[in-house]
């Protein structure tokens, strides 16, 4: 059971214009959500971060949006950049009791920036 | 950021060979730590979280006595892969989260395990 959904695998964008990653979930009790970049045979890096409480967090160049309806959320880069070129990951934090905390990823969208 | 370290970076071990790989938490005490297998092209999958002075707990699905986890102190984790198989092979990768942070795990680099 896939609970974070990333459904496009790769997206191109030209360098200068925004780049757009989408991602779906299906648990309601999801309180935060994360995006990571990740470079091959490198872990992932922390980009931004959103509570369940908001539908959105700024952080320079990323945004982030949230629409709990529709179980949905949005990663916004702005201008994008050549070194933004990376796989992008959606992740969730549920609580598993007693304090203790995980994340559940999606799939990963590749994002290409073109020069 | 919080940084975390991993060792080795890469690891080729033959068939029925146990390999351990380390997780350091290098400018902070981590009292909990996160392990991860990648498989290519697949997304992050956790495997058990690691809890210093008890036991991990072990996600549905991962043996617990194939992959032995032990968390000695606040800044070191380990992960043993026991009489490891070729499907064994795979890109493991731990985190740690910084303490007064809500919710933000910090990756290690990972480590690619390849078993012959």
């Known amino acids: 059971d896939q609970q974070v959904k990333q459904n496009s695998p790769s997206l191109s964008v030209q360098e200068g214009r925004i780049s757009i990653l989408n991602c779906d979930y299906t648990?309601?009790?999801?309180?935060?959500f994360l995006w990571y970049k990740k470079y091959p045979a490198e872990g992932p890096t922390f980009l931004i971060s959103?509570?369940?409480?908001?539908d959105k967090n700024e952080d320079g160049r990323f945004t982030v949006f949230l629409n709990k309806s529709a179980k949905h959320l949005s990663l916004h880069i702005v201008p994008s950049q050549p070194g933004d070129s990376a796989v992008y990951f959606c992740a969730a934090s549920v609580q598993v009791g007693q304090g203790a905390q995980k994340l559940v990823f999606g799939q990963g969208t590749r994002l290409t920036i073109n020069p | 950021g919080a940084v975390v370290s991993q060792h080795p970076s890469r690891v080729i071990c033959k068939s029925g060979t146990s390999v351990k790989i380390e997780c350091r938490s290098l400018d902070f005490q981590a009292t909990t730590m996160f392990w991860y297998r990648q498989f290519p092209k697949k997304s992050l999958m956790l495997m058990a979280t690691s809890n210093e002075g008890s036991k991990a707990t072990y996600e549905q699905g991962v043996e617990k006595d194939k992959f032995l986890i032990n968390h000695a102190s606040l800044t070191l984790s380990t992960l043993t892969v026991t009489s490891a198989h070729p499907e064994d092979s795979s890109f493991y990768i731990c985190s740690a989260r910084e303490p007064g942070r809500v919710v933000a795990q910090y990756f290690g680099p990972g480590t690619r395990l390849l078993v012959l």
């Open positions: 648990n309601s009790m999801f309180d935060y």
């Open positions: 959103i509570s369940s409480i908001k």
